[in-house]
């Protein structure tokens, strides 16, 4: 059975579920292997409770076919894959794929937020940006859809690569590239390459379809090359850079981000006259998401989508998933950021951070985790944030898991997060603002409830 045949018997039987804890009459169970699971055990279970087929792995010296209820192939998890693409490719619309090291998910948001105004709009939901959670995207793909934005996330070389042809996009971004995922990319390089792949896949198969850059980051105008024949739309937080297409600046970020942007070039050729600025009051923290914003407006003009619109979307837009998200509780502000954590997050953070005026009365402080898969650069990487630490002159200074446990300072540390929670019952800081950032894994998104 080629991916042409399983099509059309999945146009039959329109569900696809990997869950067989979820198995709707009728549906199509597709048994995915992980390192503690193995849903090839469960398929006649998927059955008996109403799939109408079972896709699993042949068995050993077994051969590809259906035999009943069924069907038996080399690979669950590259026929997941195929078949999601087979899917992809009965809709002739856009789609953007999204990556990069920081500010993935949020720029995913605000982009589907901003086309929203004028499309409808298929968007990863949550971080389904992986091997498995890009062909779930892609299968929510129906005919009312008008435009598809597709998160692509790595953490070994080949993923992006991977992904691309699975989502086979004709246009993307990579908002930007740091030491993130060391331990399985090898170095801040393979980093560079990996992300790259996404340019590579659009500049083969779609070089008229735009490519959004930031023209402020080196590195990625470097892994563009000197490619002539590709659309590029540049757009940068320097009003002055000369040749892009949008550019912003920051009005104000205490807390909450405000910008300006205009369309330097364009603006000139319709009006005649000065260039006009448009303001945007966020709802985000951080002056780094002005880059995140760019990105947004940059897709959202090149879709036609009217200016105005373009603000409302960006100023409606309520970030969520302890990311960039100011809290207000009984005894503290709060900034949350606490979904990921890398060197370059944490460094913009801190640095934003230092800027964040106090109200009357407040004191800053800082809470701060571990961050993870830093493979043999971790002790460096989380002695150079302590090392800063040391000369910002923050005080109240708290390090939580084992890897800044390491770190040579006299900051207080504890083991893990039910260790502050402890304390936190203990002695609970009040008229502080502070600042919450950490790898997911560190589980510090738990503490803003007793703060």
Same mark, same amino acid.
């Given at each position: ?104 998910? =949020? ?25 498995? #959670? ?35 996009? =004709? ?18 390089? #393979? ?41 590029? =739309? ?123 005026? =106090? ?51 006299n900051f207080r540390k504890f083991k893990d997060a039910d260790e502050v929670k402890a304390e936190l019952q203990i002695n609970q800081p009040t008229g502080r603002l502070i600042l919450i950032k950490g790898s997911n894994g560190t589980h510090l998104y738990e503490l803003p409830p007793l703060l």
């Amino acid at each position: 059975m080629n991916i042409q045949d399983l099509y059309r018997l999945y146009q039959q039987h329109p569900c696809i579920t990997t869950d067989s804890r979820q198995c709707p009459e009728g549906s199509i169970f597709l048994a995915l292997k992980g390192e503690s699971f193995d849903g090839n055990q469960f398929a006649a279970q998927a059955l008996q409770k109403g799939c109408a087929y079972a896709i699993v792995e042949k068995p050993e010296g077994g051969t590809e076919g259906i035999s009943g209820q069924y069907i038996y192939v080399d690979d669950t998890l590259q026929t997941y894959k195929d078949l999601a693409r087979e899917h992809r490719r009965q809709f002739n619309i856009p789609v953007i794929a999204i990556t990069g090291t920081n500010g993935k998910t =949020t720029t995913k948001e605000l982009v589907k937020a901003v086309l929203s105004e004028k499309y409808n709009v298929l968007a990863t939901e949550g971080n389904f940006n992986n091997d498995v #959670g890009v062909p779930k995207t892609l299968f929510r793909l129906r005919p009312e859809h008008e435009i598809a934005i597709i998160e692509m996330g790595a953490s070994h070389p080949g993923d992006i690569k991977t992904l691309a042809e699975t989502a086979e996009p =004709t246009c993307g971004l990579i908002t930007n590239v740091g030491c993130a995922h060391l331990q399985g990319f090898g170095s801040f390089e #393979g980093v560079k390459k990996t992300k790259g792949e996404l340019y590579d896949f659009l500049i083969q198969h779609h070089a008229d379809g735009p490519i959004f850059i930031n023209a402020d980051s080196d590195d990625l105008v470097d892994m563009i090359g000197d490619e002539e024949d590709i659309w590029l =739309t540049p757009y940068s937080a320097d009003p002055e850079k000369q040749y892009v297409c949008i550019s912003a600046e920051v009005v104000s970020c205490d807390p909450l981000l405000k910008i300006r942007w205009r369309r330097p070039l364009m603006e000139l050729e319709e009006t005649g006259a000065s260039q006009k600025w448009h303001k945007v009051q966020t709802y985000l923290i951080g002056a780094y998401n002005i880059y995140n914003l760019l990105a947004a407006i940059a897709v959202g003009i090149n879709f036609g989508v009217d200016r105005k619109a373009i603000c409302h979307a960006l100023e409606s837009y309520v970030p969520t998933n302890s990311r960039s998200q100011l809290v207000q509780t009984p005894h503290n502000r709060l900034i949350v950021d606490a979904y990921n954590a890398n060197p370059s997050s944490m460094m913009a953070a801190l640095e934003n951070f230092q800027q964040v005026a =106090t109200l009357e009365g407040e004191e800053k402080m800082l809470i701060l985790g571990d961050m993870r898969e830093l493979g043999a650069a971790s002790a460096d990487e989380h002695q150079k944030i302590v090392d800063l630490l040391k000369v910002t002159g923050l005080q109240r200074v708290w390090l939580v898991g084992s890897e800044f446990g390491r770190t040579q300072s006299n900051f207080r540390k504890f083991k893990d997060a039910d260790e502050v929670k402890a304390e936190l019952q203990i002695n609970q800081p009040t008229g502080r603002l502070i600042l919450i950032k950490g790898s997911n894994g560190t589980h510090l998104y738990e503490l803003p409830p007793l703060l």
